[in-house]
């Protein structure tokens, strides 16, 4: 079968995504450059966008949309700058999203969006060659597993993040109709069903990644990614729910058999973070770790560091009366405190390249009051500064995305939740919130309550600036602010290429749960858009299977190094 599709000059910058299966020829006509020379692909090609496939997963994941946004909005960060949707989302009562395409905080859904689904495609073209009997060399499963992970990671993301989305892999046949929607909770079986593959896949591989690869610290192999793998799927069930009430119908006995497989305490081996060694050259970097241990531009909200230290007030209010003694007499952490917030610079010979502790006071603020005085804080987060923007070299060096401690605070909820071994889930909890905060220990004679209030805390308190999954956390919990949103609709620019009314979500006035549901409408004939943003295409080439069909490939080609936008 023959299929051609052009890709309209409308479009803006964005592509046709048609996943069609490996039995079809899809040729794709460029009307920017219609006579470019498409030379034969070969299995070396594929394996070289597994790899691409992979660094564009984890830089889209990193990126700082939707997380400055979201973490803003969740009131564990604050900001009152106009960047990356961070001022609007902010105001206080809360305001529904903006979900113009032509607005300023568009790039909040937009980027995860385009993101997301440039990691998609790339996958999807992998694993479609592969099922079409492409062998790669160093290994086919080696390699596949990589797509897979990436179209898994992808496919979680896009659930996490929005209230519905297109769960297309590798058979997607563009023959037989357009995609459909998918709610989110929908997307999150496919992507579930993806990491189930990973698991089974890698069990028993005895496969390594170079560094050139994949910079895991400590290296990367098969046995560790199945655990990853594992982790992820716990994470994936655990941060689902919109609200406690959802959260409380989870299979929370399948969440711990992941857990406990993952790269936490459990019965797969030593504990290990997952981190990913930056090289200061923009090949692997956290963006959203680059802002959020960035003093100049994010602090950390005041709701937090009361928490942390309850003689902190948990809204900032301004300088009161008495000068600088005044002052730190209202805001400056007294004992008890978190041992965590262990640093005060305004104190002689401390410097903030040496802090040495996560989260520090330093007296100054950032911002201008007039946009919220509440938005304002003294007070930042350091714990990874050395691999920030803050810098010489920005994103060198060791780059945390999932802790152990994550992994281990989702096992403790699913022990809590299943009647579990509460002395074991007291000893998951506290292995940072003794060991790193040296808080009173839990016991197992505490409360349920107690163990998931304890729970949310390390996990704001301790993941900050890793993942960026302390909103979903919070938000299964339902320690949302009022009417702050539970999700993010699909961008407005989106829409508008699909021809649907621009819905969104939020408001205190508007909608207090921040999930009032706008009907998923569909519209036949719809395309699906897809921009890439961390890659561009290049030139496609023709891969000749070996069933003797053909299809065509996509080659990656990377951006120009970004760089810090202006504030405003």
């Not at 610290?217 to 729910?241: E, H, I, K």
């Not at 005060?344 to 502790?357: E, I, N, Q, Y």
């Not at 961008?491 to 819905?503: A, H, I, R, V």
């Amino acid at each position: 079968m023959r299929m051609t599709r052009t890709l309209g000059a409308a479009l803006t910058g964005a592509v046709l995504l048609f996943a069609a299966a490996c039995s079809q020829d899809l040729n794709v006509t460029n009307p920017n450059n219609p006579d470019v020379k498409r030379a034969v692909a070969n299995p070396g090609d594929v394996q070289n966008l597994a790899l691409s496939s992979i660094n564009s997963w984890y830089n889209g994941s990193t990126a700082r949309d939707p997380w400055v946004m979201l973490n803003v909005t969740g009131d564990l960060m604050t900001m009152n700058y106009g960047n990356f949707g961070a001022r609007f989302n902010n105001l206080e009562p809360r305001q529904p999203y903006n979900n113009s395409a032509a607005g300023i905080d568009a790039e909040a859904a937009q980027t995860p969006w385009e993101n997301q689904y440039a990691t998609l495609g790339e996958a999807n073209d992998v694993l479609r060659a592969v099922a079409g009997g492409v062998q790669l060399p160093g290994g086919t499963d080696k390699y596949k597993a990589l797509a897979l992970w990436a179209q898994a990671g992808s496919l979680m993301q896009l659930a996490l993040i929005f209230d519905k989305a297109f769960a297309i892999d590798e058979t997607f046949d563009a023959t037989k109709g357009a995609p459909k929607f998918s709610a989110y909770n929908d997307v999150a079986t496919v992507a579930l069903g993806k990491l189930d593959a990973l698991i089974t896949l890698t069990a028993g591989k005895t496969w390594s990644y170079s560094s050139d690869e994949f910079p895991a610290q400590g290296g990367l192999n098969a046995t560790m990614l199945n655990r990853f793998a594992n982790t992820m799927a716990a994470q994936l069930l655990t941060y689902t729910p919109r609200t406690a009430a959802d959260a409380a119908k989870v299979n929370w006995s399948k969440v711990l058999q992941y857990a406990d497989k993952g790269i936490g305490t459990g019965s797969a081996g030593a504990p290990f973070d997952f981190v990913v060694v930056g090289a200061g050259n923009f090949v692997w970097w956290s963006e959203f770790m680059g802002y959020f241990d960035l003093p100049s531009w994010m602090m950390v909200d005041l709701k937090l560091i009361h928490q942390m230290s309850p003689n902190v007030p948990d809204h900032y209010t301004g300088a009161p009366a008495g000068g600088t003694a005044g002052y730190d007499a209202m805001y400056a952490p007294q004992a008890p405190h978190d041992a965590r917030l262990g640093i005060d610079l305004t104190k002689p010979g401390v410097s903030m390249d040496t802090a040495g502790t996560d989260y520090f006071y330093a007296r100054g603020v950032q911002g201008d009051p007039s946009r919220g005085i509440w938005m304002q804080s003294p007070y930042y987060h350091g714990r990874y500064i050395n691999v920030s923007w803050q810098p010489d070299v920005n994103f060198n060096g060791p780059m945390p995305y999932t802790l152990a401690a994550e992994n281990d605070l989702i096992k403790a909820e699913a022990l809590i939740r299943t009647g579990g071994d509460r002395g074991l889930a007291a000893q998951l909890v506290n292995n940072t919130r003794v060991g790193r905060g040296g808080l009173t220990p839990l016991t197992a004679g505490d409360n349920d309550a107690a163990f998931l209030q304890a729970i949310t805390y390390e996990r704001e308190v301790e993941l900050n600036a890793t993942d960026g999954f302390g909103f979903f956390a919070l938000r299964h919990m339902d320690q949302l602010q009022v009417g702050t949103v539970r999700h993010l609709p699909v961008p407005g620019s989106e829409l508008e290429t699909l021809n649907l009314p621009t819905y969104s979500f939020g408001g205190a006035t508007q909608d207090p749960s921040g999930m009032d549901l706008a009907p998923m409408g569909e519209v036949a004939g719809q395309r699906l858009a897809l921009s890439l943003s961390r890659y561009e295409q290049g030139p496609w080439r023709t891969l000749a299977l070996p069933n003797g069909e053909t299809m065509e490939l996509p080659t990656p080609q990377r951006h120009a190094a970004p760089g810090r936008p202006t504030k405003f």
